[in-house]
């Protein structure tokens, strides 16, 4: 027997992993789980979400400090809030679209274009919205 069919052999007796549809209490935990091992990895290793951390944090406090209404702060916060949704949304498809394929791909290229686009947006809208709220 060749190696190559033992290695044929060898796959063919591996069992495919079964998904565990969880229910109640443990779908609520295990999706908790898998939102933390996101965020911690957006954390590490996604330089612009790092960034807008950065900006995040401070500007967060600021928003809370400063002599403005609690719907005032709740804007400006969900605003800072929406730039972090973004991020997310631009890695997850940057992410898919790496795993289908690394050769250069005009709708590859194009998806990746329209979620960074979709990042600017956001920013322009947060932007807007704290010069809104702070400008008398």
């Not at 954390?43 to 005032?72: D, G, H, K, S, Y």
Request: positive net charge; aromatic residues 10%; glycine residues 2%.
């Amino acid at each position: 027997m060749t190696s190559s069919s033992s290695a044929n052999k060898a796959q063919s007796t591996e069992s495919p992993k079964i998904v565990v549809k969880r229910q109640g209490l443990m779908r609520l935990l295990y999706t908790c789980k898998h939102t933390f091992n996101g965020l911690k990895w957006m954390c590490r290793n996604e330089a612009a979400f790092q960034q807008e951390l950065m900006l995040f944090v401070p500007l967060t406090v600021f928003a809370c400090m400063a002599n403005i209404t609690a719907v005032q702060t709740t804007m400006l916060v969900l605003a800072l809030l929406f730039v972090l949704f973004a991020e997310l949304v631009n890695t997850a498809i940057e992410v898919v679209v790496d795993r289908i394929g690394l050769e250069f791909h005009t709708l590859s290229g194009l998806a990746k274009d329209i979620s960074s686009a979709f990042v600017f947006v956001s920013m322009l809208m947060a932007a807007i919205i704290w010069w809104a709220v702070l400008w008398p």
